[in-house]
Antibody
Framework: QVQLQESGPGLVKPSQTLSLTCAVS??????????WSWIRQPAGKGLEWIGH???????NYNPSLKSRVTISMDTSQNQFSLNLYSVTAADTAIYYC????????????WGQGTLVTVSS | DIQMTQSPSSLSASVGDRVTITCRAS??????LNWYQQKPGKAPKLLIY???FLHTGVPSSFSGSGSGTDFTLTISSLQPEDFATYYC?????????FGQGTKVEIK
């Protein structure tokens, strides 16, 4: 059973880079046909799709964040990462990593989520 | 981007009630529509994918229907554990946008 776990700093200063890692257990991120995704949720608000990286390494990003975001994967560590540059208070949210088996599948499983606060 | 609009934004219902939540896409998404349940402090859980396929382990009291631009999530008999917020999401094209959510509260 595949499980995902986010990790990274809980506090980031404005204008700096938010960096999170998602460790995957119970399956290899380099095998199969999967999209490895990042989704965020500001407190008390809805879900925002950030982007994903395909098993092959190709990426897709939300145009609203495209100029500031990079998703990468480390197959040797079986993990994938999110970098969000030049953050502001508006980037404060719970960040989730998740797996998508394909466009015709839903997102499952999800990590438990990690709260990142942008503040000086 | 494809906009996803859910209605209602919230509803109050009693245990045993039949509940229907609607999701409308700003353009056709065929059947690329997923439904999630989220409880406070928890990650969303997949309920239904591709408009009407029940995810593994999800009670049969949940069902999905629709195609094109209009979709529905139905809970046939609301149980205490079903009080939560529900989101639709399109996976037809990136960005994979979500609806704003529907909060189901106890009447």
């Amino acid at each position: 059973q595949v499980q995902l776990q986010e990790s990274g700093p809980g506090l980031v200063k404005p204008s700096q880079t938010l960096s999170l890692t998602c460790a995957v257990s119970g399956g290899s991120i380099s095998r199969g046909i999967y999209y490895w995704s990042w989704i965020r949720q500001p407190a008390g608000k809805g879900l925002e799709w950030i982007g994903h990286i395909y098993t092959s390494g190709s990426t897709n990003y939300n145009p609203s964040l495209k100029s500031r975001v990079t998703i990468s994967m480390d197959t040797s560590q079986n993990q994938f990462s999110l970098n969000l540059y030049s953050v502001t208070a508006a980037d404060t949210a719970i960040y989730y990593c998740a797996r998508v088996p394909g466009e015709f599948s839903g997102t499952d499983p999800w990590g438990q989520g990690t709260l990142v606060t942008v503040s000086s | 981007d494809i906009q996803m609009t859910q209605s209602p934004s919230s509803l109050s219902a009693s245990v045993g009630d039949r509940v229907t939540i609607t999701c409308r896409a700003s353009q056709s998404i065929n059947n690329y529509l997923n439904w999630y349940q989220q409880k406070p402090g928890k990650a969303p859980k997949l309920l239904i994918y591709a408009a009407f396929f029940l995810h593994t382990g999800v009670p049969s009291s949940f069902s999905g229907s629709g195609s094109g631009t209009d979709f529905t999530l139905t809970i046939s008999s609301l149980q205490p554990e079903d009080f939560a917020t529900y989101y639709c999401q399109q996976s037809y094209t990136t960005p994979h946008t979500f609806g704003q959510g529907t909060k189901v509260e106890i009447k």
